[in-house]
C-alpha cells in the first residue's frame, strides 16, 4: 500500500529554520499537485503551500517569502524549506498528494514548535 512518510519536524526557536520530507513509499499514478497542510490546536487545517508539475507553486499570504515548496520526482518527494519561522507556524504539519483520479494521499503528520 502506498503510504507518505514525513520527516524534518522538531522545535526551534523563532527565526530558524526546518526542512520538512515527504515520500511516498509506492508508485502514486498521475500525480497533479503536492502539498502541505497545517492544523494548531483549536484551529482548522489550512494549506500553507501547493506545487504543481514541478514548476508552479502557491502559498499562504502568512508563509509566502519565507516558505519553499519543491519536489523531487525521482524520489517520489516533497519538501518544505521553512526559515524565518514565527510562533504562529507552531502546528502539526501534513503533506498532501492529489491524484488525477481525484485520490488524495495524506502524511501522518509532523509537529512543528517554535517558541523561545
Known amino acids: 500500500q502506498v503510504q507518505l512518510v514525513e520527516s524534518g519536524g522538531g522545535s526551534v526557536q523563532p527565526g530558524g529554520s526546518l526542512r520538512l520530507s515527504c515520500a511516498a513509499s509506492g508508485s502514486i499514478f498521475g500525480i497533479k499537485a503536492m502539498g502541505w497542510h497545517r492544523q494548531a490546536p483549536g484551529k482548522q487545517r489550512e494549506l500553507v503551500a501547493a506545487?504543481?508539475?514541478?514548476?508552479?507553486?502557491n502559498y499562504a499570504d502568512s508563509v509566502k517569502g519565507r516558505f519553499t515548496i519543491s519536489r523531487d520526482n525521482a524520489k517520489n518527494t516533497v519538501y518544505l524549506q521553512m526559515n524565518s519561522l514565527k510562533p504562529e507556524d507552531t502546528a502539526v504539519y501534513y503533506c498532501n498528494f492529489k491524484t488525477a483520479d481525484r485520490i488524495d494521499y495524506w502524511g501522518q503528520g509532523t509537529q512543528v514548535t517554535v517558541s523561545s
Open positions: 506545487i504543481t508539475g514541478g514548476v508552479r507553486t
